[in-house]
């Protein structure tokens, strides 16, 4: 395995007999094969992926030292199951301090399955699907780990299914060098210009009495959909 992205898997709970009479869950509610194409060549579908920042001054030097803020939005595709999850975060790093936090995507549908005689509310049953990421901006190296469950395979279910992988992904981005000139009076102008990196002064006084502050913003994506299979995959009854 390569370094960056450790090997996690997330239990979940052992079925009940109460949640053996429930075949159906969030998967097989329109019926949809689950467990064989689980068990099939899986893959991610990363969609819609972008990412920006807002670093002052010196890029290089500001980032490093973690100063400024970036945002990250896409859509995780589980493609067995044809399933989106949507997977965003924020971060006062604007590299995401290497990629070292993990950050919970959230289910579209907001389906929670009624399993009788259990507490829905329990982090391990408030839904199959669960998803998680982690983002190195610097790298443009994304991890993901997700667990799902599937209800269809005779006679042993539920299956609990673990799966974790990353991809670097290639991201096409554009800069604004950024003025902004903040006065006492609660003024605020600011003036933004496409070009290279502005690598003077972060902060100086203006004649006026204002405050100036120059900065960049970052705006990446990718340009088309990114495919990845996972690098663990496990499965249990």
Request: proline share 5%.
């Amino acid at each position: 395995m390569l370094p960056g992205i450790p090997l996690i898997l997330v239990s979940l709970l052992s079925s009940t007999a109460a949640a053996r009479d429930r075949k159906d869950g969030i998967l097989n509610l329109d019926d949809k094969p689950c467990y064989e194409p689980s068990m099939g060549e899986m893959k991610w579908k990363i969609e819609h992926f972008n990412y920006s920042s807002w670093i002052p001054g010196n890029e290089m030097t500001e980032a490093l030292n973690g100063t400024g803020s970036g945002s990250v939005v896409f859509y995780l595709n589980n493609m067995a199951l044809d399933y989106d999850m949507l997977c965003r975060a924020e971060s006062n790093k604007p590299l995401f301090d290497g990629g070292k936090q993990w950050y919970e995507c959230s289910d579209e549908n907001d389906v929670v399955p009624e399993i009788p005689g259990t507490n829905n509310t329990d982090a391990n049953l408030k839904g199959p699907h669960q998803a998680w990421f982690r983002f190195d901006g610097g790298l443009g190296l994304l991890g993901v780990m997700q667990t799902w469950t599937c209800y269809d395979h005779e006679p042993n279910y539920p299956v609990n299914f673990n799966a974790t992988g990353r991809v670097n992904l290639t991201l096409e981005c554009t800069t604004q060098d950024c003025t902004d000139i903040r006065y006492e009076n609660g003024q605020d102008i600011q003036t933004c210009t496409n070009g290279s990196i502005n690598t003077n002064m972060t902060k100086k006084r203006q004649a006026g009495g204002g405050v100036e502050l120059q900065f960049d913003n970052k705006y990446c994506n990718t340009k088309q959909d990114v495919i990845f299979m996972p690098e663990t995959l496990a499965a249990a009854a």
